[in-house]
T-cell receptor
Framework: GENVEQHPSTLSVQEGDSAVIKCTYS??????FPWYKQELGKGPQLIID?????GEKKDQRIAVTLNKTAKHFSLHITETQPEDSAVYFC??????????????FGKGTLLTVNP | NAGVMQNPRHLVRRRGQEARLRCSPM?????VYWYRQLPEEGLKFMVY????????ESGMPKERFSAEFPKEGPSILRIQQVVRGDSAAYFC???????????FGPGTRLTVL
């Protein structure tokens, strides 16, 4: 089955700096890669996703890049703010029965943005 | 538009009791997924259901765990004869007709004493 590795496990940055979180996946057939933000005591919230037919996607301060050859994808957060502090999870899934439904998650990155 | 609803938010059970976790998907969503999150771990897929059908239960433990999504009412994840190792956060997600984007609920945190 699919295996997703996520690094680093913890990341501390100063407000205004950029943060980068990296993930690698094992199954080259995976074609959908979402990123979730989880605040303490809450459920994961989808913040951005990318499919294997594009190499980069951006949404305001958040961007995701995908390198299919190397089987890795990264989350980039620019101009970080204290409210960006949370646990971030990457995930990967491959099509089964015509849809991507079985998400395999990384172990998460605890991001702390210091004021 | 209300998000995915889960209840209870916290559930305490003694070993050997039964735990029932409920999930109401977002309005208009007919696909439901259950995931389990152990402390300091990522979420692990358990089961995928559509109305009255289990599509994939490959992540469910073979014994004591069952799930359903009836025609009317919420999806239920049922754990019989709970053990301490069942203590975890259980998250439900739902999606519309194309199940690529999953929206998660706030989770149920199960503690087994």
């Amino acid at each position: 089955g699919e295996n997703v590795e996520q690094h680093p496990s913890t990341l501390s940055v100063q407000e205004g700096d950029s943060a980068v979180i990296k993930c690698t996946y094992s199954d080259s057939a995976s074609n959908y890669f979402p990123w979730y933000k989880q605040e303490l005591g809450k459920g994961p919230q989808l913040i951005i996703d990318i499919r294997s037919n594009v190499g980069e996607k951006k949404d305001q301060r958040i961007a995701v890049t995908l390198n299919k050859t190397a089987k890795h994808f990264s989350l980039h957060i620019t101009e970080t703010q204290p409210e960006d502090s949370a646990v971030y999870f990457c995930a990967a899934s491959l099509k089964s029965g015509g849809s991507n439904y079985k998400l395999t998650f990384g172990k998460g990155t605890l991001l702390t943005v210091n004021p | 538009n209300a998000g995915v609803m889960q209840n209870p938010r916290h559930l305490v059970r003694r070993r050997g009791q039964e735990a029932r976790l409920r999930c109401s998907p977002m309005k208009g969503h007919s696909h439901v997924y259950w995931y389990r999150q152990l402390p300091e771990e990522g979420l692990k897929f358990m089961v995928y259901l559509q109305k009255e059908n289990i599509i994939d239960e490959s992540g469910m433990p073979k014994e004591r765990f069952s799930a359903e999504f009836p025609k009317e009412g919420p999806s239920i994840l049922r754990i019989q004869q709970v053990v301490r190792g069942d203590s975890a956060a259980y998250f439900c997600a739902s999606s519309p007709g194309q199940p690529d984007t999953q929206y998660f609920g706030p989770g149920t945190r199960l503690t087994v004493l």
